[in-house]
């Protein structure tokens, strides 16, 4: 956060305009993210879009656009949603050099606000649905499966979900203690 502080005062000097220049365009960019990961979980275009313009129009986001100093907001929300991005990736086909890139977005998203530290357990939701990860998660009915087409993401026992985020949980724990340290 205050690197993007730094830039922008490299950039626009002390002009506030430009300062808010930037928060709408890291909005828009989050918003152009969250459209982009919400269709790669979804599937559809339309349920992407409307996700996305609810994220585009919401106070919580919006506000952060119009108060310059909640940038913080807009730059872990970037690293949150790239972050998710790297995840629907790595699920797709593990991998470590995937683990390695979605462990470092979502250090990124931790550091610029600590309150980041539930991605993991946010990972943990989404391999239940939309993603259904968990092998249990495959609802029987009338003894034939309800999901017949292959499996878009790599299954995984519950347990198995959760020694995955072990080492992201461990890093939040890490970080968490980092800005209570440094807070006191």
């Not at 990736?89 to 390695?100: A, E, P, V």
């Amino acid at each position: 956060t205050r690197l993007s502080f730094v830039l922008d005062g490299h950039l626009w000097k002390m002009h506030p305009s430009g300062f808010h220049l930037t928060s709408l365009m890291l909005h828009i960019i989050n918003t152009i993210v969250c459209f982009a990961v919400c269709r790669a979980m979804l599937g559809g275009v339309w349920k992407a879009f409307l996700v996305a313009a609810i994220f585009a129009i919401h106070p919580l986001h919006t506000e952060s656009v119009c108060w310059v100093n909640d940038r913080n907001d807009l730059v872990c929300g970037l690293f949150w949603l790239l972050a998710m991005s790297a995840y629907l990736s790595y699920c797709r086909t593990l991998g470590f050099g995937k683990y390695l890139l979605l462990t470092v977005l979502m250090s990124l998203s931790v550091m610029s606000k600590p309150q980041a530290a539930t991605f993991p357990f946010a990972m943990l939701l989404l391999d239940l649905w939309p993603l259904s990860r968990w092998k249990a998660s495959r609802w029987k009915t009338n003894n034939t499966e309800y999901n017949e087409e292959p499996a878009r993401f790599t299954q995984r026992s519950f347990i198995g979900l959760c020694m995955e985020k072990l080492p992201l949980i461990v890093l939040c724990v890490f970080f968490m203690g980092l800005a209570w340290f440094f807070k006191s």
